[in-house]
């Protein structure tokens, strides 16, 4: 059970998921406290679509990845569906026909259920590009000649994704519009989320290096890493506290702040960290995405009970 417990805490997919239904529950909140004309009738099917999204990448990368470069969730995967680890994911025209035939079965319901919205007036023809750049970033993330997965950019590809994205195709699915508040919610989550996959890389920071895996901390560097990481949590609450100075509702965006003593008590134990304290990086993953979760909350209790 313990054993259970660690893989799903080192698992970046279940958390993805569970990041997408905050997503979506922060479009929610946004279109209540915007008194906007909800339409909810859809918003399941939106939110499989974007889970559909995330499965695509985690099989494309078993084009891209070498073996040891796989990491939980992709074995995870391989006991679901055992023959996807038997052929070497690293040779292109080689795939493992499993993993073509889900792939081709995720982005075939993904494209299936985008018709059934549009069909049903729930997305409109103008939602057409932002289909296109959620199609484009996947394969830019997996499947190009780019392979940002695999040149250090993977986590700031993803974080655009989840917070970029994902939170506009959930508001204008809700609503049928476009508001600007909604990246001004997501943007310092970005930065939330990021620091937690910094983090993730430097629990595993040995392993990724003798495997050869190229991550964002593997470009910059443990000990910069560090900073980085706690550059990120600090500059995410100022963003937060910063914003209403633009105009925009105080009592939303200062809510998140609540969350602050948190935040400065994961920035002491990190850097208690660099000057050779010994980490307890499962606790800290753990308390990461309890961060990011809280904040989450924070908004979306701020816009329900304003």
Known sequence: MKQLLQKINLSTLFFD????????????????????????????LGWISCILLLLSMKIMEFYFLSPAQLDSDHQFLMRLFPTLGKRSPGKRGNPPYIGLILLLLCLGTWAMIQFVLLKMGLLQHDNLILMAFMLLTVYLLTGSSFHLSTSGFGELG???LLFGLFPLYAYELITGEF????????????????????????CQYSEDQKNGKKNFLQVVGWKRGM?????????????????????YPPHIFFNPLL??????????????????????????????????????YFLAAAMILR
Request: net charge neutral.
């Open 227 to 247: 900073q980085v990481h706690n550059f990120f949590i600090l500059f995410g609450f100022v963003m937060y506290a910063c914003i209403p100075l633009f105009h």
């Open 259 to 296: 969350s602050l003593p948190l935040g400065v008590l994961f920035i002491l134990m990190m850097s208690r960290v660099e000057h050779g304290k010994k980490p307890e990086w499962q606790s800290f993953i753990f308390l990461e995405k309890v961060l990011l979760v809280l904040v989450m």
């Open 158 to 160: 993803q974080a655009f």
């Open 17 to 44: 998921i569970l990041v997408i239904t905050g997503v979506f529950a922060l479009a929610f909140s946004l279109a209540d406290y915007l008194g906007s004309g909800m339409q909810s009738q859809g918003v399941g």
């Open 179 to 202: 508001h600007i508040l909604i990246l001004l919610l997501c943007l310092p989550l970005t930065l939330f989320y990021v620091s937690g996959r910094v983090l993730l890389s430097l």
